[in-house]
């Protein structure tokens, strides 16, 4: 089967195991649950669950207790997305060729969508408890979720990233916005793989070293097709940053250096997965794909 095929056939899987941990769409509270499903329903390439999963078998996990996980990491990628394109943040109207929440529901329902998505994606990981024979790594892997989600994660660097808005920014405070805003989900992503399949720490350490080159190739390649692609390719607005007066990698360093930037950043997370124990060959393909795509 070749690798493309094969990515959607894992993509549509993990969209089954995503969908089985939505909110079913009644009672008072109804339309919570509806614009949560909505934006999670969206699309999107399901990136960070797949990741998890592929580093979970990488270690040779094989059970159901990584999906919970799954779910969670992707219902708190979609809370970052409701309200990135916020009035207050991004303002934009448009995500993955559709209204955006707050465009679809409102202003005041987006924010509570947000909100909801990153507690009830505790409450969703927890369920990982029931479907283990090791409590222990359920544990460590809440608490990595909820690390790499708050202050000292993705929330943090999403306030640097407001605060600096319309401001110059130096390529310390940018990278430092960029392992964060974007890279600690995807840290999350793949030492919950690491940890819920029993890895000893060498190894969770480089499954982190790995994924936040992975987050930073994937960052520099986002602001590279923000400047190259369409509103068609991309499902949502080009030009987004130069609206916001946001400084990006490629403003800083120019677009050939971006491009190269992100080729070699990709090549050293693939050089540090050959350095791991057991094999993933569609992990290493992911990767690629990862960093070189379109859209």
Same mark, same amino acid.
């Not at 993509?11 to 109804?30: D, F, M, N, R, W």
């Not at 614009?35 to 059970?63: C, D, H, I, W």
């Not at 509570?112 to 283990?132: H, P």
């Given at each position: 089967?070749?690798?493309?095929?094969?990515?959607?056939?894992?993509?549509?899987?993990?969209?089954?195991?995503?969908?089985?941990?939505?909110?079913?769409?009644?009672?008072?509270?109804?339309?919570?649950?509806?614009?949560?499903?909505?934006?999670?329903?969206?699309?999107?390439?399901?990136?960070?669950?797949?990741?998890?999963?592929?580093?979970?078998?990488?270690?040779?996990?094989?059970?159901?207790?990584?999906?919970?996980?799954?779910?969670?990491?992707?219902?708190?990628?979609?809370?970052?997305?409701?309200?990135?394109?916020?009035?207050?943040? $991004?303002?934009?109207?448009?995500?993955?060729?559709?209204?955006?929440?707050?465009?679809?529901?409102?202003?005041?329902?987006?924010?509570?969508?947000?909100?909801?998505?990153?507690?009830?994606?505790?409450?969703?990981?927890?369920?990982?408890?029931?479907?283990?024979?090791?409590?222990?790594?359920?544990?460590?892997?809440?608490?990595?979720?909820?690390?790499?989600?708050?202050?000292?994660?993705?929330?943090?660097?999403?306030?640097?990233?407001?605060?600096?808005?319309?401001?110059?920014?130096?390529?310390?405070?940018?990278?430092?916005?960029?392992?964060?805003?974007?890279?600690?989900?995807?840290?999350?992503?793949?030492?919950?793989?690491?940890?819920?399949?029993?890895?000893?720490?060498?190894?969770?350490?480089?499954?982190?070293?790995?994924?936040?080159?992975?987050?930073?190739?994937?960052?520099?390649?986002?602001?590279?097709?923000?400047?190259?692609?369409?509103?068609?390719?991309?499902?949502?607005?080009?030009?987004? $940053?130069?609206?916001?007066?946001?400084?990006?990698?490629?403003?800083?360093?120019?677009?050939?250096?971006?491009?190269?930037?992100?080729?070699?950043?990709?090549?050293?997370?693939?050089?540090?997965?050959?350095?791991?124990?057991?094999?993933?060959?569609?992990?290493?393909?992911?990767?690629?794909?990862?960093?070189?795509?379109?859209?």
């Amino acid at each position: 089967m070749e690798r493309r095929e094969e990515l959607k056939v894992r993509t549509q899987a993990v969209e089954q195991i995503v969908e089985s941990y939505l909110p079913a769409e009644e009672g008072h509270q109804k339309t919570i649950f509806e614009a949560m499903n909505y934006s999670v329903r969206a699309g999107g390439k399901r990136l960070r669950p797949m990741l998890m999963q592929e580093t979970y078998r990488l270690f040779g996990g094989t059970g159901r207790e990584i999906e919970p996980f799954m779910a969670a990491i992707e219902m708190i990628h979609t809370s970052s997305l409701i309200h990135d394109d916020l009035p207050c943040m $991004d303002n934009d109207e448009l995500r993955r060729g559709l209204p955006t929440t707050w465009v679809k529901y409102g202003y005041d329902m987006a924010v509570l969508a947000g909100d909801a998505l990153l507690i009830f994606a505790i409450e969703t990981a927890a369920k990982a408890f029931a479907l283990t024979e090791h409590p222990e790594r359920v544990g460590r892997a809440i608490g990595l979720l909820a690390q790499k989600t708050g202050i000292y994660g993705m929330i943090g660097g999403q306030v640097v990233d407001v605060e600096l808005t319309d401001k110059p920014i130096s390529a310390e405070k940018l990278d430092f916005i960029y392992r964060l805003k974007t890279g600690a989900l995807l840290e999350a992503s793949m030492m919950i793989g690491a940890v819920m399949a029993g890895a000893d720490e060498a190894s969770i350490q480089k499954t982190e070293e790995m994924s936040s080159a992975i987050g930073l190739a994937f960052q520099i390649q986002d602001d590279i097709l923000d400047l190259t692609s369409t509103a068609e390719q991309l499902g949502k607005p080009v030009l987004s $940053d130069e609206k916001n007066h946001k400084t990006t990698y490629v403003t800083l360093e120019g677009i050939d250096k971006a491009k190269a930037d992100v080729a070699e950043i990709s090549e050293r997370a693939v050089t540090v997965l050959k350095e791991l124990p057991g094999e993933n060959p569609f992990l290493e393909s992911l990767i690629h794909m990862l960093v070189n795509r379109e859209n």
